[in-house]
């Protein structure tokens, strides 16, 4: 799916979704655990679209840089287990074993935020358009939408898609959840191995504390650089 297509949609927060759609299990399928080409370089957390979003996940999870992406408006983050990303088992596993995507884009100017767009969201996904912008072969028969809800100043989507793309060893259904920080839409996402499988519960539980990670290590940022530029414009 292109930028384009994306750009015709009502609301940023949905082209948001349809890009994430696209691009999270996109090229890098290629090698590696789930089907992703791994490297040994394996931060914890990772400063994105120009530092105004700091992507960090659970503990345990660490970040692909191999298949990252990032740019001034938009960037997209692989995050895994620690020890597969780095194949040093004695490094720290987390207690759920599944891959985590982030991407990020710029939000519209006049656009109303993610918390205030729930029926929008809704009404699209439910859709046959939606579905198509979710599936990764574009086709709405390969997505079906087990629920969708808001809770927390994001909106959350469990859907699963049965087209090729995602690798041999992922599960089709994964949940998405979608929320605004530092003027940057975000839509963070979990997939399960099928040779790991979690409940609905602890996918959900994963993608909650991702989000929540995102969030506060990205206010953590914020209030140090503003503490830094408070300090040098008072000569302290």
Request: hydrophobic share 40%; aromatic share 8%.
């Amino acid at each position: 799916m292109s930028i384009w297509t994306c750009k015709k949609t009502a609301a940023l927060g949905l082209c948001l979704a349809l890009l994430s759609g696209c691009d999270a299990l996109g090229p890098e399928a290629a090698a590696g655990a789930g089907g992703f080409a791994f490297t040994r370089r394996a931060p914890e957390r990772l400063a994105v679209s120009g530092d105004a979003v700091i992507v960090a996940g659970p503990a345990g999870y660490c970040i692909d840089k191999g298949a990252t992406r990032d740019g001034a408006e938009t960037a997209f983050v692989l995050l895994a287990s620690c020890a597969a990303i780095t194949r040093n088992q004695s490094v720290p596993r987390p207690p759920v074993q599944a891959l985590l995507t982030a991407f990020v884009t710029g939000r519209d100017g006049g656009g109303d935020q993610v918390q205030d767009q729930a029926r929008a969201f809704e009404a699209f996904f439910g859709s046959e358009a939606g579905r198509a912008a979710l599936a990764r072969n574009g086709q709405a028969d390969s997505v079906r939408i087990i629920q969708m809800f808001q809770r927390d100043g994001a909106f959350f989507v469990h859907a699963s898609d049965s087209s090729d793309g995602a690798g041999s060893r992922l599960k089709q259904d994964y949940w998405r959840a979608i929320f605004d920080v530092n003027g940057r839409t975000v839509s963070a996402s979990v997939v399960a191995f099928k040779d790991h499988p979690i409940s609905d519960d602890a996918s959900l539980a994963t993608l909650q504390e991702f989000s929540g990670t995102i969030r506060q290590e990205t206010r953590k940022a914020v209030a140090a650089t503003q503490r830094k530029n408070s300090e040098t414009a008072t000569g302290g």
